[in-house]
């Protein structure tokens, strides 16, 4: 399972926290990335920590297949001469 795209809508939003729900449609890779084919999974997404105006930090829910992991990803901001930007981690 390698490519990912995501789908949702959100569900609240105010200043401290975010939450959402949707699809993460990813590719099985069967046989190969190219050849996959995109299933859709059920993902709820919470965000949170705000910092400075942006959240820092980003809990996605998936179950697949029957199972249910969280994963926390962190945003980092970055700076350059030619802009700035946060990235998910």
């Not at 997404?45 to 105006?53: A, L």
């Not at 820092?56 to 990803?73: K, L, N």
Request: net charge positive; with cysteine.
């Amino acid at each position: 399972m390698s490519l990912r795209h995501c789908l949702g809508r959100a569900l609240t939003l105010d200043r401290l926290e975010g939450m959402a729900t949707g699809a993460d449609w990813i590719n099985d890779g069967i046989p190969y990335d190219a050849a996959g084919t995109f299933h859709p999974y059920l993902t709820k997404i919470r965000v949170f920590r705000p910092r400075s105006g942006v959240f820092t930090r980003m809990a996605v829910t998936e179950t697949i297949d029957g199972s249910t992991t969280t994963t926390t990803r962190r945003a980092v901001f970055y700076s350059s001469p030619y802009g700035s930007y946060w990235q998910w981690y």
